[in-house]
């Protein structure tokens, strides 16, 4: 095609609701002023007809081709070309947003895109092709806009999503509690958190009998949509007993192949390997995505045709081989939209994923306590945003933010991937802790079972001159820190171990020979009625 066709081809793809006329040059064989008649004419509105008739439109039509797997090899293709290979290829109409552009400073026909990836979604394609020059997508009256992330983030659509199963729940005392307001703070903190009115942006929700309204960018929605289902998927899987961390994302499948990669062992003997060399030959042995963030490349002055690797690995996941390898030359690996990108550790740092944990076993107490689940939960995030990556939460100034979504005991974190995946570590190991803590304390022999039982004791105590119950508290306060054994479970399986304080008794629950170190304590305190022989009340288990 010659290059007078290719310009008149790049015309015909002129913005129908932004563009009013563009000009354009004739083929070869028309005359000059047959040409400028033209240029002055030819515009998005009286595009020819066969083509507009192939071209699909409509959120619906869209939708679907955005969902398309393609092949794409584009070398230096100008944005313009890309946006017409688009309707080639996947049959939408494409159009760009040319004022917007224009006003970034950005001229479509000097963008060039150069991309090689196979079997990724156009959406994802577009993700990769437009974010190096910070531009994105958007429907705009049944047409696939290109223009900038400012122009799409202040076109808000309205998206309900049914939630009566989260805003609506049953406590423990079988009675249904409202609790949309934990929902709402947990979708705004979670999705793009800064985008909110509540904060200065201009994004909405609200509810509406079990609905969630959210008007939001269209880069937003999918967010909120992610969202919602892993809060579900992970109410689920905590009353099946999985605790697994479950990350918030679109593309599960996709991403499930990304972390399948990752995670099998690989055998590299890296001596000055060039690190397209290294990305060529992953891609190959793995069959996923792979590719280099030129744009954060050059925005840090590294050249990556320079980068030489040098590491051994006799066997490793490739997560590991890829951290091991990168952090040499202060790079590092993301999964984003279907592929693996290598780019800088600044860049990496900034790019927040979303996980969701179930903390329910963690905060649960092993006997009746005065401090509650929320309580405990603060406890524990103190506990990790101090001990893991302490500078990057928000509560210092950092980007990371965590949550404790309260009706269904989740810690939902924003934070970069090296941070999540510590952070699961440090989950884990807690868990491994109390675990081995409770077999310590809940397992004793079975001769010493049968020889010390367990069994409930009533102890008559002098009631307070008011009839309130401070002097039993104190009494029990005192009682506990003498007697250690009492913050520990009398095990075996017998049900728990308790001290209840009431006006003027103290019922216990522990073995027996816990009870007679209580009932020994109470005489030496001179507490009225501390013999068992003077009030004290023994039960059976």
């Not at 609506?168 to 949309?180: C, V």
Request: contains cysteine.
């Amino acid at each position: 095609m010659s290059w007078q066709h290719r310009l008149l081809s790049a015309a015909l793809c002129a913005s129908l609701v932004l563009v009013k006329s563009q000009t354009v040059m004739a083929a070869q064989d028309e005359s000059p002023s047959a040409a400028a008649a033209n240029s002055n004419n030819e515009t998005a509105e009286n595009r020819p007809a066969k083509k507009r008739r192939e071209l699909a439109t409509g959120q619906k039509a869209i939708e679907v081709a955005l969902d398309k797997k393609v092949d794409a090899q584009l070398i230096q293709l100008p944005l313009r070309q890309f946006a017409e290979w688009i309707e080639e290829e996947c049959g939408i109409q494409v159009e760009i947003d040319n004022r917007c552009v224009g006003d970034a400073g950005l001229d479509p026909n000097a963008m060039e895109i150069s991309l090689d990836m196979r079997g990724i979604t156009l959406r994802s394609l577009l993700h990769h092709a437009l974010r190096p020059f910070d531009l994105t997508y958007v429907i705009s009256h049944g047409v696939l806009l290109i223009t900038t992330r400012d122009a799409a983030a202040a076109q808000l659509v309205v998206e309900i999503y049914p939630a009566a199963d989260l805003i609506r729940f049953r406590d423990s005392s079988g009675a249904i509690s409202e609790n949309a307001e934990h929902v709402i703070e947990l979708v705004t903190t979670a999705c793009s958190a800064t985008s909110w009115d509540a904060v200065g942006g201009s994004g909405t929700i609200s509810q509406f009998d079990g609905l969630l309204v959210v008007g939001q960018s269209q880069d937003v929605q999918p967010q909120v949509a992610a969202l919602l289902d892993a809060v579900r998927a992970s109410i689920a899987a905590e009353a099946n007993g999985d605790t697994s961390p479950r990350k918030v994302q679109r593309a599960a499948s996709a991403d499930a192949e990304m972390a399948k990669a990752l995670e099998s062992s690989r055998e590299y003997s890296l001596i000055e390997t060039p690190l397209l060399q290294l990305a060529e030959m992953i891609e190959r042995q793995t069959q996923v995505q792979l590719m280099i963030d030129n744009r954060a490349f050059e925005d840090a002055g590294i050249d990556a045709t320079g980068v030489e690797l040098t590491a051994e690995f006799a066997s490793a996941p490739l997560a590991s081989i890829l951290d091991h390898a990168l952090s040499q030359h202060g790079l590092a690996y993301i999964v984003d939209h279907e592929a693996i990108v290598i780019t800088t550790g600044d860049r990496a740092a900034s790019m927040m994923e979303t996980y969701i944990y179930s903390v329910a076993d963690l905060i649960a107490r092993d006997q009746p306590a005065t401090t509650n689940a929320d309580s405990r939960a603060s406890d524990l995030k103190e506990l990790l945003a101090g001990n893991v990556d302490a500078a990057v939460w928000d509560s210092v100034g950092g980007p990371a933010q965590m949550q404790f979504a309260a009706p269904w005991k989740l810690l939902v974190v924003s934070a970069p991937r090296s941070t999540q995946r510590k952070l699961a570590d440090t989950l884990e190991k807690l868990r491994d802790a109390k675990r081995r803590q409770a077999e310590a304390n809940l397992a004793p022999s079975e001769a010493q079972a049968s020889d010390d039982p367990i069994e409930l004791r009533v102890f008559a105590i002098a009631a307070a001159t008011d009839g309130s119950a401070e002097t039993a508290k104190r009494t029990a306060d005192v009682v506990r820190d003498l007697v250690p054994e009492l913050g520990k479970q009398a095990g075996n399986g017998e049900g728990p171990s308790y001290l209840r304080a009431l006006p003027d008794r103290l019922v216990v629950r522990h073995r027996r020979s816990v009870l007679a170190k209580v009932e020994k304590l109470l005489e030496q305190l001179e507490t009225p009625g501390g013999g068992a022989a003077t009030g004290a009340a023994t039960f059976g288990r």
